[in-house]
């Protein structure tokens, strides 16, 4: 479904606001905060469960909670900082429960994070087809999750280090440190080392 023609131009603090003030501008402030990150919390959740239509659902269900919300939302980090968990807590639980759906087990789902680094799930085909990026997109689905999981918030989703801490609720020197170590990792393996200026 398109967004506006024109989109609103509020920042985020005043679309909280004007949702949180109610009356007849409430539902279009509303409307105008799902436009706006939609695609982003989609992208989000491809990224944790790999299915559009449980992806979508896991979009759905994300604003649904944000709605709940109101009135009384106060907004202390960036809205997509605020989203992340929520996003990433429906996608997964969307996954769980399709695998159930199917008599799957749910119990050891694997690595959510192991697809492509920017949140594609994998596809054979096509990694062999992309040789250039298939080096970068290997050696980062082979990191740790945690390490994986700030690697990509930092460099696919650009978020600074202290809005990754907020997201995740853990201290900024373990997310720090997480991407130092993530990061060594990439510079030192020969098939990724050259994507680094020396």
């Known amino acids: ?5 024109h989109p609103d131009p509020r920042d985020d603090q005043q679309l909280v606001a004007a949702i949180n003030a109610g009356g007849d501008g409430a539902a279009d402030a509303f409307e105008a905060l799902y436009y706006r990150h939609r ?7 491809m990224r944790f469960c790999g299915e559009r239509s ?13 709605y709940k919300k109101f009135p009384g939302f106060t907004l202390t980090a960036k809205f997509t900082t605020f989203l992340y968990p929520v996003v990433k807590h429906n996608a997964l639980t969307a996954k769980k429960k399709a695998r159930r759906a199917q008599g799957q087990p749910t119990g050891s789902e694997g690595d959510p994070l192991a697809g492509q680094p920017d949140g594609r799930a ?4 096509r ?27 930092r460099f696919v989703d650009g978020l600074p280090l202290e809005e990754i801490a907020r997201a995740l609720d853990i201290p900024l020197g373990t997310v720090k440190t997480r991407v130092h170590h993530a990061v060594r990792k990439l510079r030192e393996d020969p098939a990724t080392k050259n994507y680094f200026a020396p």
């Open 1 to 5: 479904m398109p967004g506006p023609a």
């Open 39 to 45: 695609d982003y919390a989609l992208k989000l959740a």
């Open 54 to 66: 449980l992806a979508l659902d896991a979009v759905q269900d994300s604003f649904v909670y944000v």
């Open 122 to 125: 994998a596809d054979p085909a």
């Open 127 to 153: 990694d062999h087809a992309d040789a250039p990026g298939t080096g970068v997109a290997r050696l980062v689905a082979s990191l740790p999750e945690a390490q994986r999981e700030v690697l990509m918030l």
